[in-house]
C-alpha cells in the first residue's frame, strides 16, 4: 500500500500563471520523486502602477513517500 504526503507550493513567473505552476512544479521535482497530483489552488499577481509584474499560482503537490 502507498502512501502519499501532500503539500502546497507557490510559484511564480514573469510570464503567466501556466509558466508559474510550471516553475513551482520544476522547483519541486529538485528535491521530491514520485510526484503524482498537482492541482491549481489559486491564481494571484503582484501589481505596480496599474501593470502585473509577477503572476503566481499556488499549486498543490501529491507525491509517495518511500
Same mark, same amino acid.
Given at each position: ?37 498537482? $492541482? %491549481?489552488?489559486? !491564481?494571484? #499577481?503582484? @501589481?505596480?502602477?496599474? $501593470? %502585473?509584474i509577477? !503572476?503566481? #499560482?499556488? @499549486? ?7
Amino acid at each position: 500500500m502507498a502512501v502519499s504526503k501532500v503539500i502546497d507550493l507557490i510559484g511564480s513567473s514573469s510570464v503567466g500563471w501556466e509558466d508559474a505552476a510550471r516553475n513551482a512544479l520544476a522547483g519541486a521535482s529538485k528535491s521530491l520523486h514520485g510526484i503524482s497530483d498537482l $492541482e %491549481i489552488i489559486q !491564481y494571484t #499577481a503582484r @501589481v505596480m502602477e496599474n $501593470e %502585473i509584474i509577477e !503572476y503566481r #499560482a499556488l @499549486v498543490r503537490l501529491a507525491f509517495v513517500v518511500d
